[in-house]
């Protein structure tokens, strides 16, 4: 099984960026599909999960719906959309999957290696 991130750049303090986590070897929409993230550092933090069977979103955190998460089961890919980018956001984002659901106490059993996003005028 692999997750492969895509979508990272260099974007200004206001702007969106899309991200996305293709999945091969397993049919991510029957996981519990999470994005994490990374700055500089800083110890890795949850941000949002989309769980397997109602598609319910669950934020780690109050104050993050300015991301959105959404799966495209025809193509096996889950892509988080960030709006009103804030410095503060720079970093390292990541995918994961766990098979049991959504969860913030449970490690992921599948990783992508991750994309660097950075906000920055």
């Known amino acids: 099984a692999h997750l492969v991130e895509s979508g990272g750049g260099l974007v200004q303090p206001g702007g969106s960026l899309r991200l996305s986590c293709a999945a091969s070897?397993?049919?991510?929409?029957?996981?519990?599909m999470s994005w994490f993230r990374q700055a500089p550092g800083k110890e890795r933090e949850g941000i949002l999960c989309?769980?397997?069977?109602?598609?319910?979103?669950y934020y780690k955190a109050s104050g993050q719906d300015r991301f959105t998460i959404s799966i495209d089961s025809a193509n096996n890919t889950m892509y988080l959309q960030m709006n009103r980018l804030k410095p503060e956001d720079t970093a390292v984002y990541y995918c994961?999957?766990?098979?049991?659901?959504?969860?913030?106490?449970?490690?992921?059993?599948?990783w992508g290696q991750g994309t660097q996003v950075t906000v920055s005028s």
């Open positions: 994961a999957a766990d098979g049991h659901g959504c969860s913030w106490i449970r490690t992921p059993h599948y």
């Open positions: 070897g397993f049919t991510l929409r029957y996981y519990g």
């Open positions: 989309i769980g397997p069977s109602d598609g319910t979103t």
